[in-house]
């Protein structure tokens, strides 16, 4: 069966700080997609980034940047210098699909940057 | 261009009544997804539609789901009769065919009282 675990429920941290939001996931696929989503207040979840199960390469996108480790099983999140426009809920998901079709989502973790 | 549109926002009604949720996806992606999120849970895959068709409805929940999607443009989620563990946020999401991201709508918030 496939599972995302986002142990962080919320988090806080003051602007310019840097924040790691971990995801954790299990799967019996040999093939997967990760992904990461973020949903800002006004609701709508916006697409981050896919990574796929044969990809361990670390991505960087501006503050951005992606930890892939399949030996734990995880895709951490890393937002360094944040800013008060990061705060959002973020969401880590699974599929066997590169598309959008049947997703597992994690609970989601709600950032809040302080100014 | 605009984006994956959802209607309503908002929607509360009795148990036992039924509600129509209407999503318009982004023009051209012919993959439309639902998702839907229960108070405090995973956000939950409901179904696939390709075109018209439906391609993976794994995900809907029981028989009082329908969902349709009219030539391949908007699609409607029907819920009849509705019960209290229905409410929770019903997403909607877009995209084209092949590798590509999806794009989510805002989602309407369904609350079942």
């Known amino acids: 069966a496939q599972k995302v675990t986002q142990a962080q429920t919320e988090i806080s941290v003051v602007e310019k700080e840097d924040v790691t939001l971990d995801c954790v996931y299990e799967t019996r696929d040999t093939t997967y997609y990760l992904f990461w989503y973020k949903q800002p207040p006004s609701g709508e979840l916006v697409f981050l980034i896919r990574?796929?199960?044969?990809?361990?390469q670390n991505e960087i996108s501006g503050r951005y940047s992606w930890n892939f480790q399949k030996s734990t099983s995880s895709f951490n999140f890393t937002i360094t210098a944040s800013q008060v426009v990061d705060s959002a809920v973020y969401f880590c998901a699974l599929s066997e699909a590169a598309g959008a079709n049947n997703l597992f989502f994690g609970t989601g973790t709600r950032l809040t940057v302080i100014p | 261009e605009a984006g994956v549109t959802q209607f309503p926002s908002h929607s509360v009604i009795e148990k036992g009544q039924t509600v129509t949720l209407r999503c318009d996806p982004i023009?051209?992606?012919?993959?439309l997804y639902w998702y839907r999120r229960v108070m405090g849970k995973e956000i939950k895959f409901l179904l696939h539609f390709v075109k018209e068709s439906k391609q993976d409805e794994s995900g809907m929940p029981n028989n009082r789901f329908l969902a349709e999607r009219t030539g391949g443009t908007y699609s409607t989620l029907k819920v009849q009769p509705a019960e209290l563990e229905d409410s929770g946020v019903y997403f909607c999401?877009?995209?084209?065919?092949?590798?590509?991201?999806?794009?989510f709508g805002q989602g309407t918030r369904l609350t079942v009282v």
């Open positions: 999401a877009s995209s084209l065919q092949g590798v590509t991201e999806a794009f």
């Open positions: 990574r796929n199960s044969f990809d361990e």
């Open positions: 023009s051209g992606h012919d993959n």
